[in-house]
Each structure stands twice: as C-alpha cells, then as structure tokens.
C-alpha cells in the first residue's frame, strides 16, 4: 500500500496535510480557495455521516503505512505465529527459512566477541568434551584397576619393590597409590567483586573469614595476572604450601576454589569443574548481575559440599600390610634359619675335611659348595684308612656331598710302613718300622728273606734307604745259621766202634761244607770262631772204656774234616763218655743217640 | 547475606589503614599491602535492620615505588576516599583518585574522609575547594584514626548510598 497522491483533486486529498495539524477533523486552511455553498454543504452532510468511519479508516491507514506500527503489530505475534506454525507441523519449513539467519547471526556474534558466546555455551561444552574423554579414559582404568584389585594381596609387596626400583621411599610411592586426602574448604569466589557466593567446610577444620579468604584468593589472583600480563582467563589453577594444596577452577563469572590437605586425585578436578558448571548453569544470569547478596544462591551449599571429598586408608590396605610384615618376618626367619643351617652344615663339612687332612693317606685338594652340593676333591693312598667308615663316624650326612679321590702314593711313614708290610711280607718275627723314608727292620728273620729285603726294599715307594739291626746282618745270620745247622748234628757209630758209616761220612761231607762257609761267616764279622767235637758212648760197658771210646769218636770226626779241609787249629775233639748223654738211653733208637759225636761252636758274643 | 565489596583509596600515608584498625576484623598483617597491593578486611554496618557486610579491600596508595593497581577495584560497590586534613595535596590527589576511578569502573558511590580530625587546628584544606566538592555532590566526612570520630558514619554513610 503506498502512500497518497497528495496532489488529488479528491476532497480526501486533505487528508495528509490535515494530519499534520489534527489527525480527525480536517480543517481547510484560511489561504485555501473558498468552496461553493453546495460543495460546502455536501461537504459537511458527507462528514456528518461518514467521519466515524472515516476516522477508522484513516487509522488502519495510518497503522499499515507506518513501519514502526508495523513492526510492533508483528512483534507481539510473532512467537505465537512460530507456535501455531510448529503445531501446524511445519518446522522443517520454519527451520530451513530461519537456519541461514540464526548461522549469520551466530558468525556475527563470534565476530564481535568470542567471549558472548563462550560463555553461554561453557556450561554445556565442558561436560560434552570431558564425557567424551572420559568415556576412554574410564575403560582404561577399569582395566587397570582390576589388575590392581587381582592383586591386591601382594600390593604392598609390590609397592616396596617399586619403591626399591625407583629409589623413592616406600612412605612416597604408598601414599601416590592410596591417594589420602581431604577437602577441608570450598569456596565459590564471584570473580568480578571477589565476594563470597557460597563456602563448604569439612567438620573439625579451623577455617578463616571466607569473605576475606575470597578476598584475598581474588586479589592474589589478580595480582598474578597483573604481574605476568596473562590472558584473561588465566590465572592460579594450583597453589601449594607443603602438604596443603588450593586448586582453583576458573569460570566465567565464579571461581571454585578447593583447600585440600594431602594429595588428592585428579578427578577431584573434574567434580571442581562440574559443580562450577552446575552453578553456572542454574544461576548464570543472577551470576552476571551479582550484588552482593547471596540469599539466592540457594543450591550452591549442595554443590559445593559434594566437592569436599576425603579418602583414608582404608582396612584392607592395613591388612595388607600386616600381611606383607608377616611374610617378611616369615621369609626373614625362613632364610635366617636356612642360612643357620647352611653354616652349620658347612662347618660339619669343614671338621670331616679338617680330619680328613691330618688322617695319613689323605690329600684334600678343594674343598666347596657346588650346586649346592658339598664336594672334596683330592688324592687318596691306597692304603690310608676307609674314607666311607671316616663319614659314617662324622655328623654330616653322606648325601648331601660327594668325594673325588685320585691315587698316588703316601710318603707319610705310618703309610709307608704298611706298604712295606704289604710288598716285603715279613716274617712275623720281624719288626719293621719307617722313620723318615728310612726303613728300620729288627727282630728275627731268615738270611734269606733278608737277602730279599735288601733287593726289594728300596723299589717300596717311599722308602729311600734300609736299616737293619745287628741281629739281622746276613753275616750274622749265615753264621747263626750255620752253627744251628752245625750245633744239631749228630754223627752215629755202630756199638762200641769209633768207624764212620758210608752215609755217616757223606753226612760229614756236607757238614763239613757248613763248618767252612761258619768259618767263613765268622772271618766276615771279624771274628774267631772254633769247632769243639764232642764224643759220646751210650752207658752200656764200663766208664774208662767208653771215655777212650768217646774219645776216639770225636778224634775220629775232627780227623775226617781235617781231611775234608776244615782247618785242624779250628777243630778240638773231646771224649765226654757218658757224662753227656744227647737222649735217656730208654729204647735201643735213643741209645743209638748216645753213640755219636756232636758239635758246639765256640764263638765270643758280637 | 548481603556483601559488598568496597575499597579504600587514598594517597600513601593518610591513614587509611589506620583509620579502620581498630573497626574491622582482619587476619591479614599490613605486609600484604606493600607486597600484593592489597589487604583485604571486613566490616558488618548495620543500615536499618539490614546488615551488610563490608569486605574492605585497603589499597596501597600510590607512592614513588609503587603504582596502584587499579585491577583491585573492579566489582567494588563503592568506595571510601581518604585524605589527610594536614595536607593539602591528598585532597588534590583524592579529586584526581575519584576522576580515575569514574574513568576504570564508572561512577560508583563513594565518601571523601578527611582523617585527622583530632588536629583541625593544622589543617591545611582549602575550605573552598571543600565545599566545592560538597557543591558537586560530593559526601565529606571528618574522622580521626585516632578518637575514632566519624569512622562508624563513614561507613555507614557509604552503604547507605550503595544500597541506594
């Protein structure tokens, strides 16, 4: 509808210009031309009839051409227009025509200020981006948390030998794993005045004027941000004093600040932020127009006391320490006795090897654990004692160790000895001893076992040189022998007769040969040695008679071995008669005995 | 509970501190204002049958060392002023004070407290330029740290004004 012609011969073309002065009653101008009577009058009856109307008229008019009225008009419909459309079941359609408007209004907003926007989507980003993360994060930890739990009885077990790995103390690496901590206080500081909206306090904590606490917390956090030049935005998340800890999260109008002493887990920081959006959220409006006045704050209480978390160790931690001390302080007494009977058994071992090595026969090389066996190593004489019957009369246990013995041959003397019992079987008589290498024998013994020991002796292991007493020297014993040999001869005459028989003068042959090599052995020992023959009669005939007949038997004896070349001056024959019987004459074969000649070898003593 | 941020201006040594000692509750020492620029104390004023509780943050006056830092005055509801009646140039520097201010954080209420009331008789002010400022619709009160004249209505006067 546009507007007017204003210049229309139309009476109604008034109507412009009477609007400028009165919007109901035109009113011709004093300097318009005059109009006839009857005009005047059709005027006038037209005006009385028509002006209510007409007035309405003028008004619609007015209404519709006006762009301001206009506007107004569609203003106050237009939420109920968009209802009715959606009822009508054309979104899609309202959407699409609006979707181009709302994105150019949004780019416009982000253009103009970022932080317009920002702000209002805050509340709602936050909890999307973190669900999301901790959605992954979640399934992770369960995981890992359940690893923890399977082994929760060697826990403590494990966080020694962690603390051990890391060098850090057990104190330390305990509590990172157990996380005690307490929220003591929350505050939700207004950012822009600093005042307190809202304060939660944990029971049994001394705690200051939260009004100044909020005061002072805002003004440090300015006073960073002025220091630095941070961005808005940033400032103190964390502040620290030894084992109290103030975490801060920042939002767009509040700050929530927890005072938390120990070391609290990080997801503390996501119940932070969530109950910051919370606030946010429920009251972001009143947040924006804060004045101080706290009364409509109502939820905020709740919100922030579900922040003040406190985890403590709980039972089972400590019984898992009780356990972990029970299994050392058994481990402990296990090993200690272990390691007690190891020495035990060690210095049981070390006294069989220590009589091992005094016992003759015996070298012990090495003596050690191996593979956790005890094991002696060395040389063994044939001949030294029984290793096997040493261990049974120790206390050790012959299982638990082994014994490798090389051969070789002992020159300790009690060895020596008995090894020369052993090559020279003497006869038991003799008397062998070693002394030093040197072989002593003694006693009595055959000229020929003597002659043996001289050639063997040396050929003993052991033994370097011989030593034989003056009884055994061969010369001695040839002689000893020789006059045994000589001394129990006994030379038979027929009945009172002084003639040899042919076997009696053969028998005279070969002792004549042993009063030569007698003789002989004398002259070696430097010694004078004489033969006396003695003649016997048995007791029949008379006395006189018998001794000339006694007498002439031992001349006749001494005769036949001059002849045989026994030196006469060594030879002295003697008629005893009866005086000497050699057996009692109580058979004819013992009378025989008593008709003979005999021999007694003189020789002074060596 | 009603709270309201208010800060104290005024040149060094005017006797800001001083003047609210012994009528605010603190826990903070006088070192956090030479360090961080700021102490923070409280004060409950009752108006009416309202309480209101005044959370004071003293800023360190200017000097030759320091700057204030005009960061602490943001979200104050209003503002105590303080001069020194013994000198003259803290009632200039408090004019220039309130004419910053205006320019940070807007035209917020705010009293002018001229300290030292206890020693009119070295009072250097200007009369005129006192009532100069009073013309202009500024709130002039004397006080004195030491009697503790005219603290108590400085206050009071100030909240009244911030509730309006």
């Not at chain 2, 009632?91 to 009293?111: C, D, M, N, T, Y």
Request: contains cysteine.
């Amino acid at each position: 509808m546009g507007s007017a012609p204003r210049h229309s011969r139309d009476p109604l073309e008034f109507r412009p210009k009477m609007a400028e002065t009165s919007p109901t009653r035109p009113v011709p101008e004093p300097d318009d031309p005059p109009l006839e009577p009857d005009a005047q009058a059709y005027l006038e009856l037209r005006q009385l009839i028509l002006a209510p109307e007409q007035e309405a008229l003028e008004r619609l008019h007015q209404r519709v051409d006006d762009p301001a009225s206009r506007t107004e008009d569609v203003g106050s419909v237009v939420a109920e227009a968009i209802q009715l459309r959606r009822k009508q079941g054309g979104d899609e359609a309202l959407s699409v025509a609006l979707a181009p408007t709302i994105e150019t209004a949004l780019r416009e907003s982000v253009r103009k200020d970022p932080g317009t926007l920002a702000d209002a989507l805050f509340p709602v980003m936050g909890p999307a981006i973190r669900r999301s993360i901790l959605e992954t994060l979640r399934s992770f930890l369960e995981s890992f948390n359940q690893v923890l739990d399977q082994s929760l009885s060697v826990k403590g077990m494990k966080w020694r030998l962690e603390a051990l790995r890391t060098g850090r103390s057990f104190t330390e690496v305990a509590l990172l794993h157990s996380l005690v901590f307490r929220v003591e206080q929350v505050f939700l500081i207004h950012k822009k005045t600093g005042l307190p909206i809202g304060h939660a306090v944990a029971s049994a904590v001394a705690m200051q004027d939260p009004s100044l606490v909020s005061g002072m917390l805002s003004a440090i956090q300015d006073f960073v941000r002025d220091s630095f030049h941070t961005s808005p935005g940033q400032g103190i998340n964390r502040m620290n004093l030894g084992d109290l800890d103030v975490w801060v999260e920042e939002g767009p109008y509040a700050i929530l600040a927890c005072v938390i002493r120990g070391i609290a887990p990080r997801d503390l920081r996501d119940r932070m932020a969530e109950a910051l959006e919370n606030v946010h959220r429920e009251y972001s409006a009143r947040l924006d127009q804060f004045d101080g006045d706290t009364a409509p704050f109502t939820r905020v209480h709740e919100e922030l006391s579900r922040c003040l978390e406190h985890r403590y160790k709980d039972d089972s931690k400590h019984k898992s320490f009780g356990f972990v001390y029970a299994t050392a302080a058994v481990v402990f007494l296990l090993v200690a006795g272990w390691l007690g009977w190891r020495a035990v058994q060690y210095a049981r071992w070390e006294r069989l090897v220590s009589t091992l090595r005094e016992q003759p026969g015996f070298v012990v090389t090495s003596f050690g654990r191996e593979g956790g066996r005890f094991v002696v190593r060395g040389m063994r004489d044939a001949l030294a004692a029984d290793p096997a019957q040493l261990i049974n009369s120790s206390d050790v246990n012959p299982a638990d160790g082994e014994f490798h013995w090389g051969g070789y041959y002992s020159l300790d003397d009690g060895i020596v000895e008995q090894r020369a019992k052993a090559i020279l079987s003497p006869p038991s008589t003799a008397v062998l001893t070693v002394n030093s290498g040197v072989l002593h024998v003694s006693g009595a013994a055959s000229a020929n076992w003597v002659k043996e020991l001289q050639s063997k002796a040396l050929l003993v292991p052991g033994v370097h040189s011989v030593e034989l007493s003056p009884e055994l020297n061969p010369g001695r014993l040839a002689f000893n022998q020789a006059k045994t040999e000589i001394e129990s001869a006994v030379v038979k005459f027929p009945v009172a007769s002084a003639a040899l028989s042919p076997s009696e003068s053969l028998a005279l042959r070969k002792l004549a040969e042993k009063i030569q090599s007698l003789l002989q052995a004398a002259d070696s020992l430097h010694q004078s040695a004489s033969l006396e023959i003695l003649g016997h009669t048995d007791s029949t005939g008379a006395e006189a008679v018998n001794l000339n007949l006694s007498q002439r038997r031992a001349d006749r004896v001494s005769w036949e071995l001059g002849q045989l070349g026994v030196p006469e001056r060594s030879l002295r024959a003697r008629g005893v008669g009866t005086t000497n019987p050699l057996r009692t004459e109580d058979n004819e074969e013992n009378r025989q005995f008593n008709r003979s000649a005999t021999f007694r070898v003189s020789a002074p003593v060596p | 509970m009603l709270q309201k941020k208010v800060c104290m201006l005024g040149s060094f040594a005017v006797g800001k501190t001083s003047l609210v000692r012994q009528f605010v509750e603190s826990i903070y020492s006088d070192v956090y204002q030479t360090t961080v620029g700021v102490k923070i104390d409280k004060k409950n004023v009752n108006v009416g049958e309202k309480e209101t509780t005044l959370v004071l943050w003293d800023i360190y006056g200017e000097d030759d060392y320091q700057k204030m830092r005009w960061t602490y005055l943001r979200g104050a509801s209003g503002y105590l002023l303080v001069a020194d009646g013994t000198r003259k140039a803290t009632l200039e520097k408090a004019v220039s004070l309130e004419e910053r201010v205006r320019k940070e954080v807007g035209a917020i209420p705010f009293v002018l407290v001229i300290n030292k009331s206890d020693l009119i008789r070295d009072w250097e002010l200007d009369p005129a330029l006192e009532s100069q400022l009073a013309a202009q619709g500024w709130s002039i009160l004397h006080a004195s740290a030491k009697t503790g004249e005219g603290v108590e209505e400085s206050f009071s006067l100030l909240t009244r004004k911030m509730l309006g």
